[in-house]
Structures are given as C-alpha cells and as structure tokens.
C-alpha cells in the first residue's frame, strides 16, 4: 500500500476487507466485545468459537 489514501474519496473496493478471509483468534473476539483479553475470557472465547464458529463473531459483530 505504497499509494497515498486521499481522505476525501470513497475507500476502493481493492482496500476494503470483512475480516472473513482470515480466521478470528480468541483474543479478537474478546476485544471485539469491548473488553480485555484476560485468559478467563480468551479461554471463554476460544471454546465459542469452537463450539457456534462464525455465528460467535455474529453475536459480538452483527
């Protein structure tokens, strides 16, 4: 991304990304929530996300 990113133009498609190409890490989902990932809540994450997959980032993301 060496080209300058004018503010007052609309983002080009070839920038904008939903994340969903790249699989969610526990420590992101806690954070997505709004808070810390401390190991209580990156461990509740992570067995979310393997038991509900993506519809855990739903509930936190819609």
Not at 17 to 34: K, N, W
Not at 35 to 60: F, H, I
Request: glycine share 4%.
């Amino acid at each position: 991304m060496s080209e300058p990113i004018d503010s007052e133009s609309p983002t080009p498609d070839r920038l904008l990304h939903t994340g969903a190409e790249h699989p969610i890490d526990p420590e992101d989902l806690v954070m997505a929530s709004g808070q810390d990932p401390t190991p209580a809540l990156v461990e509740k994450a992570r067995q979310a996300l393997e038991r509900e997959g993506a519809t855990a980032v739903e509930r936190v993301l819609p």
